[in-house]
């Protein structure tokens, strides 16, 4: 008997211990990921009367539609009552999304929340994270293959999630950026490498690997030649504006025809500065232009970028048309990050929550009130002397310990209350 203790006692200090403190703030810390994820989605109603929400929390059922089928996507009210039963991709979030639970893209089920859908939402953006595919890699996540402890991030602009060590740049530390633009969305919207040289977390430098395209201002050189031979003063294109560069293609046509004299070359020269000039001061407010004379370079990798970042993009004129054409006007609303949505879902879920002590209280008269205050004070007072003693001792509580204490407690309550004496006036 005395060596099967002395092995129980030996197994159970080996066993991992977790204090109750841990055990709150990992309770704690999946409530608020919760909140901030679903607390801006209704989890009773169907999102679709609301039209193509700007950002809510999205499922995608594989039950319903598998992979092979056209991909869907639902929001968290359905999930609950149209899927709760079936396999769900979990999306986190997306933008400017309308639920398709029930649509033409489910062939046996009819949304119960809000049946009377369109057959497609037409303004829905799919991708295979839809079919519980993520990454350039196209694996699942968790990927039960994949050996490598590794963090996905979302991109910003395709709302894809990747492994850190795909995106071709070693993510900075969790806390030190906010959001990530991937390698192909930063081949698709070239325009960010101007602002990343001065708004990115990690700053591009000319001196890392890649493609040059613009030094202090001064784009490639152009060494234009008279028909004799003799050089002109080299033109810098990038600092021509289009009309300017007509000039400069004309010049070179009346050269190659006939002779020019330095006077008409001249003038035509200034004909094109004068046309720089003017669109110069036209775009004089614009912001991209500024960063864009500075030094940049381009790379084949992401890009990572600090908190209010998207607030230092130009929101010129010719600059809101470009984010238009490249369908990234959501840029410019910093409402749109996933940051806003999630402080946004805490606010609500905190005025939401009620105290159950607080609403207990309220529904009582001032006796009682005062009774139960005091019998809290008591219950608080007891409990925290009983636990010192184990902190003192450095042992750890166990389950029969809270339980013991309990008892006990209720024996003295009982024990008081049957002492005590009622009189009446």
């Not at 989890?43 to 809510?56: D, F, I, L, N, T």
């Not at 999304?97 to 489910?106: A, E, I, P, T, V």
């Not at 295979?128 to 595919?133: C, E």
């Not at 749109?336 to 606010?347: R, S």
Request: charged share 30%; glycine share 6%; net charge negative.
């Amino acid at each position: 008997m005395a060596g099967a203790e002395g092995s129980a006692g030996r197994h159970s200090e080996l066993e991992p211990v977790v204090s109750l403190v841990d055990v709150l703030e990992e309770d704690e810390e999946l409530e608020n990921e919760a909140c901030a994820v679903l607390g801006g989605s209704d989890s009773e109603k169907c999102s679709y009367s609301q039209g193509s929400v700007k950002r809510q929390a999205l499922y995608a059922c594989s039950t319903c539609t598998p992979e092979g089928e056209e991909p869907a996507g639902i929001c968290l009210a359905c999930s609950y009552e149209c899927h709760g039963s079936h396999k769900l991709f979990e999306l986190y979030t997306k933008r400017n999304f309308r639920c398709d639970c029930g649509n033409s893209k489910f062939k046996n089920l009819e949304c119960k929340l809000f049946p009377d859908k369109a057959k497609v939402n037409s303004g829905n953006k799919y991708n295979d994270n839809f079919f519980g595919l993520y990454c350039v890699c196209k694996r699942p996540y968790p990927d039960p293959e994949d050996e490598i402890p590794d963090e996905m991030i979302q991109c910003v602009v395709c709302e894809d999630w990747f492994h850190g060590r795909h995106l071709g740049a070693t993510p900075p530390e969790s806390g030190d950026f906010q959001e990530m633009v991937c390698q192909a969305c930063m081949k698709r919207c070239s325009f960010l490498w101007t602002y990343a040289a001065q708004l990115a977390v990690t700053k591009v430098s000319a001196e890392d690997e890649g493609l040059l395209l613009n030094v202090d201002g001064k784009g490639d050189q152009e060494v234009i030649k008279t028909e004799n031979g003799d050089h002109q003063d080299s033109i810098l294109k990038e600092d021509v504006p289009e009309s300017g560069k007509d000039a400069v293609k004309d010049i070179k046509v009346e050269q190659t025809n006939e002779p020019c004299t330095s006077s008409s070359s001249e003038s035509a020269l200034q004909t094109a500065f004068k046309n720089q000039s003017l669109d110069s001061e036209s775009q004089s407010s614009c912001k991209f232009q500024e960063f864009k004379a500075k030094q940049f370079i381009k790379k084949d990798t992401a890009t990572y970028w600090p908190l209010n970042w998207r607030s230092k993009l130009c929101t010129c004129k010719d600059c809101m048309k470009m984010y238009g054409d490249l369908d990234v006007l959501f840029l410019t609303d910093e409402y749109d990050t996933v940051l806003a949505y999630e402080n946004k879902g805490k606010i609500d879920q905190a005025t939401d929550r009620r105290d159950p002590l607080m609403d207990t209280l309220n529904r009582m008269n001032r006796v009682q009130q005062v009774e139960l205050i005091c019998e809290y004070n008591d219950l608080k007072t007891e409990l925290k002397d009983y636990l010192k003693r184990f902190a003192d001792d450095g042992t750890v509580v166990k389950r029969e310990d809270i339980q013991q204490f309990f008892e006990e407690f209720q024996s003295k309550k009982r024990r008081r209350v049957d002492g005590m004496q009622y009189y009446c006036s």
